[in-house]
């Protein structure tokens, strides 16, 4: 489950990773009553599910109340990557003299979680990790080890930073990651920017955080963040019924017994020329397996979905 922004802050919170003080707005006026009670310049930002919203103007700069609704005005409604706003965060404003980045995520070839920080922040990583690679450290955690004092150290030192405030400041942030990581079963934590202001004070400016689906029940406020206006209809009938509904571009429903089998018949029918329209299989937890209610909701599933059929070419 992806999380917005400020539901991440929120858990960045908890763990004591310093973000900016904010309030949820989900109408122009709710934006100014925001900018209101934080005072002084803010930031409005689109929360959507998907990053970029800085280039895509969902993030702007607002002084005081009347600039603030109109800016939110504005965002609201915005067509982001697909995504239409409906949500805004107003947070303080700060002032940036550096962009870092880190993140934590599973590294799955290595079995282990792995940390990735560059002081080259602000842009998208992937860009760092192409243009220049020497400049983002990586580092896996041995998870019987767990989070080890030199992790952070080796991660600062290696990115170059210099200044023994920031060092310190950082190597907190980078322990306490770990923990929002492990805590609520995270498979990503991203901070990008990590910013430092020009006071020196270093903290978590955006958050981008998914939490593992098969443990949300380990976290029962969490799963309660759920916004399901903004899912696939299908997708969320599919996960109240407990199957596990994927969507495709084709036409040939597939149905199987676990993850394993939807995906090899996927693969079947491609490979014979079809085009698959979905794939479901209902959850292969301890005695789900032959349990008929699962098969019977997931054949409700396949009745929305269902769309003239098209001829195909082998
Ligand atoms: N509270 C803030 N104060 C000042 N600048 C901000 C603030 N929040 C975001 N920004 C600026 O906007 C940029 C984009 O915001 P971010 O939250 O990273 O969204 P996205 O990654 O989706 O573009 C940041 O890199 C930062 O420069
Ligand atoms: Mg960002």
Redesign the pocket.
């Known amino acids: 489950m992806d999380l917005y922004?400020y539901q991440g802050k929120e858990l960045f919170k908890r763990v004591g990773i310093p973000v900016?003080d904010?309030r949820r707005a989900d109408t122009p006026q709710e934006a100014r009553a925001a900018a209101q009670e934080l005072g002084g310049?803010?930031?409005v930002?689109?929360q959507v599910l998907?990053?970029?919203?800085?280039?895509?103007g969902?993030?702007k700069?607002a002084e005081g109340a009347d600039d603030t609704e109109q800016k939110a005005k504005d965002i609201l409604g915005l067509d982001i990557n697909g995504h239409i706003v409906r949500r805004l965060w107003i947070?303080?404003?700060?002032?940036?003299a550096k962009?870092y980045y880190l993140s934590i995520t599973f590294d799955r070839g290595a079995k282990k979680p792995l940390f990735m920080f560059t002081t080259q922040?602000?842009v998208e990583i992937e860009q760092v990790a192409e243009e220049n690679p020497d400049a983002l450290i990586r580092l896996h955690v041995d998870p019987l080890e767990g989070y080890q004092p030199w992790i952070a150290r080796r991660l600062v030192y290696g990115a170059k930073v210099e200044d023994p405030s920031e060092q310190k400041q950082i190597a907190a942030i980078v322990e306490k990651l770990y923990r929002a990581f492990v805590e609520f079963d995270a498979m990503l934590c991203e901070i990008?920017?990590l910013?430092v202001t020009p006071d020196g004070e270093v903290k978590a400016?955006?958050?981008?955080f998914t939490v593992d689906d098969s443990a949300l029940f380990r976290h029962p406020d969490i799963a309660e963040w759920r916004d399901t206006t903004a899912a696939d209809p299908i997708e969320a009938f599919a996960r109240e019924k407990g199957v596990t509904y994927v969507k495709l571009d084709g036409d040939v429903g597939i149905c199987g017994n676990g993850a394993g089998l939807s995906m090899s018949t996927v693969d079947v029918v491609a490979h014979v020329g079809g085009r698959p329209a979905n794939f479901w299989h209902h959850a292969l937890r301890r005695g789900r397996a032959r349990d008929p209610r699962g098969t019977r909701a997931a054949r409700h599933v396949e009745v929305p979905d269902r769309r003239p059929p098209r001829r195909h070419q082998r």
């Open positions: 922004e900016s904010g310049a803010v930031v930002k689109a998907t990053g970029g919203r800085g280039k895509a969902g993030v700069l947070e303080r404003a700060s002032d940036i962009e922040g602000g990008n920017p910013i400016l955006d958050s981008k």
